[in-house]
T-cell receptor, first 110, second 113 residues
Framework: QKEVEQNSGPLSVPEGAIASLNCTYSDRVSQSFFWYRQYSGKSPELIMSIYSNGDKEDGRFTAQLNKASQYVSLLIRDSQPSDSATYLCAVNQGNNDMRFGAGTRLTVKP | SAVISQKPSRDICQRGTSLTIQCQVDSQVTMMFWYRQQPGQSLTLIATANQGSEATYESGFVIDKFPISRPNLTFSTLTVSNMSPEDSSIYLC??????????FGPGTRLLVL
């Protein structure tokens, strides 16, 4: 079965540290990958997309993609308490089949 | 990016009644979806709303319980029929744009008594 897997956490990091969130996927033909942030009681908000192998940086966020290993990650530098949320990995497996991981809950402690 | 609005934002309903949730996107999108999410749980896809034709339902969801309409490229409705307390959840409308990026509406919080 095609799946997207994430460590459910919770992941706890101190303020100012780097938070590393990981995601693996099973469908090798997947071409586009997304990270969403979901605050408690809110809907998911898109924060990053990545389509090619390597790193993509946007402010304090870096998405990393390794298609050979079927692995995508999100790094948050200089983590802030406001980054505390659940982070969802999403993979477009082709044929308009977007699959979401269950999410990793991140807590940034002041 | 697409901006999605939903109405109502929340509702409290009696068992056995039905509620229709409206979803409006500010731009034309290729695909629209309806999800359900329990607090603290992952997203569960209910169905893909197809323009001008019947929605495509995921396993465990049926048209009689969750009728969906999508009359054009920017609007869809989800009805939760004959509600029971087990239907209490957050219902999320989602849309995918022409570059395959998917966005979510703010959600509708439903409580069934």
């Amino acid at each position: 079965q095609k799946e997207v897997e994430q460590n459910s956490g919770p992941l706890s990091v101190p303020e100012g540290a780097i938070a590393s969130l990981n995601c693996t996927y099973s469908d090798r033909v997947s071409q586009s990958f997304f990270w969403y942030r979901q605050y408690s009681g809110k809907s998911p908000e898109l924060i990053m997309s990545i389509y090619s192998n390597g790193d993509k940086e946007d402010g304090r966020f870096t998405a990393q993609l390794n298609k050979a290993s079927q692995y995508v990650s999100l790094l948050i530098r200089d983590s802030q308490p406001s980054d505390s949320a659940t982070y969802l990995c999403a993979v477009n497996q082709g044929n308009n089949d977007m699959r979401f991981g269950a999410g990793t809950r991140l807590t940034v402690k002041p | 990016s697409a901006v999605i609005s939903q109405k109502p934002s929340r509702d409290i309903c009696q068992r056995g009644t039905s509620l229709t949730i409206q979803c409006q996107v500010d731009s034309q999108v290729t695909m629209m979806f309806w999800y359900r999410q329990q607090p603290g749980q992952s997203l569960t896809l209910i169905a893909t709303a197809n323009q001008g034709s019947e929605a495509t339902y995921e396993s465990g969801f049926v048209i009689d319980k969750f009728p969906i309409s999508r009359p054009n490229l920017t609007f869809s409705t989800l009805t939760v029929s004959n509600m029971s307390p087990e239907d209490s959840s957050i219902y999320l409308c989602s849309a995918r744009d022409w570059v395959e990026t998917q966005y979510f509406g703010p959600g509708t919080r439903l409580l069934v008594l």
